[in-house]
């Protein structure tokens, strides 16, 4: 079986394996330290969005007043500790700073 799909993938690039074996030819670009800064970069950005926007999804809902914000639109005040302390961000300011990590 793993002779016949090695002749498969040869139709698409007849020599592949004596390339990837070989220290003349090379199927890649080299990588530099540049590539491993601009991919923890990129790692550290889709990260922190994805906690903003999971942390968003939780905690808007998580509010004592819930119900009556629902009829505000996207976004609601602040109402202090004398109301239940709902002081949360609202799921679009939440997706707002999101937006800008990306």
Known sequence: MVKGHL???SIWYPGWLNAINENTKSLFLTIGPGDFLVHDVIALGLHTTTLILVTGALDA???ELMPDKK??????PCDGPGRG????????DTFYL???WM
Do not use: H, K, Q, V
């Open 7 to 9: 002749r498969f993938l």
């Open 61 to 63: 809902r998580g509010s």
């Open 85 to 92: 302390g709902t002081c949360d961000i609202s799921a679009w």
């Open 98 to 100: 999101a937006f800008f």
């Open 71 to 76: 009829d505000f639109g996207y976004s609601f």
